[in-house]
């Protein structure tokens, strides 16, 4: 699919990220169809063929998501920042659409950067930039950025050069695409460097809050979780809410048990767990708490040092093992992410 002819419409190579659509698939094989029987012809061999193998087509899931897409208003925060402050340059690994630049890439042509697909010479590239005072911020999928790029941005720390990376395709979810693509390994990468502040907002608000907090009010690195699908819900903050380092929100009241999330999947579920409880009398407060590196054990060192846990249980949920591809809603079930099983395990008399 990514011949030179593909280069002619927009200067950019449609199918690096997500697959071709039916009408675009169905050309492309027909052509390597043909190329491949009359190949095989000129060598008087028989020709392939076809054969349905499966007509059953999947059940859609039609579990209702939001309009809300986190990645559109990163995008939007960009150009919006960019017309403030003009010290601060974009880069990209070739993922420009899904990560949203492509608007910031027409009003600022001269401060994006395409790096192409090498996350570790974008990294280098952006330390060379910082120690020249410019601020870079980085773009790639997380489960690309920090596990190729790691030693060039541990080096980076080391000289202490204030750069912004953001790890779009966030998380579990979407598992359609695999192991390869699910990012998880994100949060202890990052959180092992020192100074390294580490965001995952809840919704397009938050989302331009924590970056507007990363360009201009800390002066240390960051990094940036982003989910890249539809929030299940738009998670609604408190008008009262101001975004503040080391302090979560409420999003609902409960006095028998309080969980925490952070990111529009996550709290989804979060909240999903509130509702069953609130049905059956049982309290479920859920708190937003976006800054991140292992919270499940912060908050437990927080709470031992602080005596806070006499009588009381304390649980954490995460994946074990590799991740499930699959679905959402069934791949959030089979390990335990979902809202039932966030319900039950809440509630400790239904065990």
Not at 89 to 115: H, M, S, T, Y
Not at 223 to 234: D, E, Q
Request: proline share 4%.
């Amino acid at each position: 699919m990514e011949h030179p002819y593909a280069l002619k419409e927009n200067g950019i190579y449609k199918w690096h990220a997500g697959a071709p659509d039916d009408d675009s698939y169905k050309v492309a094989f027909k052509e390597l169809f043909e190329k491949i029987n009359t190949r095989l012809a000129k060598l008087f061999l028989d020709s392939i063929t076809t054969k349905e193998v499966c007509d059953e087509k999947e059940p859609v899931n039609q579990k209702k998501v939001s309009g809300e897409y986190i990645a559109d208003s990163y995008g939007k925060a960009l150009v919006a920042l960019a017309a403030e402050r003009d010290d601060f340059v974009v880069l990209d690994a070739d993922l420009a659409a899904d990560c949203r630049l492509r608007d910031f890439e027409k009003q600022f042509p001269e401060r994006f950067i395409e790096c192409g697909i090498a996350e570790q010479d974008m990294v280098s590239m952006a330390g060379g930039l910082a120690r020249q005072g410019i601020l870079p911020i980085v773009n790639s999928f997380g489960a690309f950025l920090s596990s190729r790029a790691n030693e060039q941005i541990y080096t980076n720390a080391c000289e202490r050069s204030k750069i912004i990376y953001v790890c779009h395709y966030a998380g579990l979810i979407p598992a359609g695409p695999g192991k390869s693509h699910q990012c998880l390994r994100d949060v202890s990468l990052f959180g092992a460097l020192p100074d390294m502040t580490i965001i995952q907002p809840c919704n397009a608000w938050e989302t331009r809050q924590a970056l507007n907090y990363c360009v201009n009010f800390t002066a240390n690195s960051s990094m940036l979780r982003l989910n890249i699908g539809p929030s299940p819900r738009v998670i609604e903050l408190l008008a009262e809410y101001a975004f503040t380092k080391g302090i979560g929100a409420e999003l609902t009241k409960g006095e028998d048990a309080i969980l925490f999330a952070y990111g529009p999947v996550m709290l989804n579920e979060a909240l999903a767990a509130s509702e069953i409880l609130a049905k059956k009398g049982f309290g479920l407060k859920v708190v937003n708490h976006n800054i991140i590196g292992g919270l499940g054990d912060f908050l437990l060192n927080q709470f031992v040092t602080n005596k806070l846990l006499e009588g009381k249980t304390f649980r954490k949920f995460g994946i074990t093992g590799l991740p499930a591809c699959g679905r959402p809603d069934e791949v959030l079930k089979f390990h335990g992410l979902d809202g039932a099983t966030f319900a039950k395990k809440s509630n400790n008399k239904e065990e």
